[in-house]
C-alpha cells in the first residue's frame, strides 16, 4: 500500500529557531501534500495545500511567512516552521494523494510532536 | 465551510460487542468520505474511503454506510477486540480533496 513517511517524528527546539519537517511518499508519486496540525484533544485542522512546483496555498489564519512549505520534487514536501514559540507546540502531520488517481484515498504520515521550549 | 460531527465523544464497551459511530457533516456536497484510525501519539491509518457515488464500503469488520443527502455516515464495527481501541475520525472530502475532521470519538475495548 501506498506508504508516506514524515521525519523526525518527535523534536525538541528553543523558542527562536526554525525547524524542518520533511514528508515523504515512498512508492508513489504526489503532486498534491497537504499539512495539517492537531492540538491536544481536538481534531485535525489543515494548515496549507502543497503544490509540486508551485507555491503552497495556506489556509485563512496560517501565516505563510512562518509555515514555510516547499514542494519540490513528486515525492518530497518540507515545512518549516520558522521562528518558533511555544505556541508553535503541536502535532503536525503531512498527507499526500496519488497523481492522477481522481478519488483515491489520503495517506498520512506518522506526524511530528513539535515541542518549542 | 464544511463542519463535521462525531457522536458519542468517547464509548467503552466490553470485548465482542459491535460499535456503532456516527457522523454527521453539513455540506452534502462531497467528493467521498474517509473513516481513519488514530492512536494515541501516532499518525491516521486510512480505514475505508466512501465515493460519494456509494451507500456503503465493507473491509472485514468494519462497515460504513454513507447517506450524502441527509450528510450522515456510520460506521460499524463488529465483534469488537482490545485492539480497537483507538480515536476513530470521520473525515468528508470536497471536490478540492481538502478533508474536513471531526473531533473523532475515542473508542475503548474492555477486555
Known amino acids: 500500500g501506498a506508504v508516506v513517511s514524515q521525519h523526525p517524528s518527535r523534536v525538541i527546539c528553543k523558542s527562536g529557531t526554525s525547524v524542518k519537517i520533511e514528508c515523504r511518499s515512498l512508492?508513489?508519486?504526489?503532486?498534491?501534500m497537504f499539512w495539517y496540525r492537531q492540538f491536544p484533544k481536538q481534531s485535525l485542522m489543515l494548515m496549507a495545500t502543497s503544490n509540486e512546483g508551485s507555491k503552497a496555498t495556506y489556509e485563512q489564519g496560517v501565516e505563510k511567512d512562518k509555515f514555510l512549505i516547499n514542494h519540490a520534487s513528486l515525492t518530497l514536501s518540507t515545512l518549516t516552521v520558522t521562528s518558533a514559540h511555544p505556541e508553535d507546540s503541536s502535532f503536525y502531520i503531512c498527507?499526500?494523494?496519488?497523481?492522477?488517481?481522481?478519488?483515491?484515498?489520503?495517506?498520512f504520515g506518522n506526524g511530528t510532536r513539535l515541542t518549542v521550549t | 465551510k464544511q463542519e463535521v460531527t462525531q457522536i458519542p465523544a468517547a464509548l467503552s464497551v466490553p470485548e465482542g460487542e459491535n460499535l456503532v459511530l456516527n457522523c454527521s457533516f453539513t455540506d452534502s456536497a462531497i467528493y467521498n468520505l474517509q473513516w481513519f484510525r488514530q492512536d494515541p501519539g501516532k499518525g491516521l491509518t486510512s480505514l475505508l474511503l466512501?465515493?460519494?457515488?456509494?451507500r456503503e464500503q465493507t473491509s472485514g469488520r468494519l462497515n460504513a454506510s454513507l447517506d450524502k443527502s441527509s450528510g450522515r455516515s456510520t460506521l460499524y464495527i463488529a465483534a469488537s477486540q482490545p485492539g480497537d481501541s483507538a480515536t476513530y475520525l470521520c473525515?468528508?472530502?470536497?471536490?478540492?480533496?481538502?478533508?474536513?475532521f471531526g473531533a473523532g470519538t475515542t473508542v475503548t475495548v474492555r477486555a
Open positions: 466512501i465515493q460519494s457515488s456509494q
Open positions: 498527507s499526500a494523494r496519488l497523481s492522477g488517481r481522481v478519488g483515491s484515498p489520503l495517506h
Open positions: 473525515a468528508p472530502a470536497g471536490d478540492d480533496y481538502k478533508l474536513s
Open positions: 512508492d508513489f508519486q504526489a503532486t498534491t
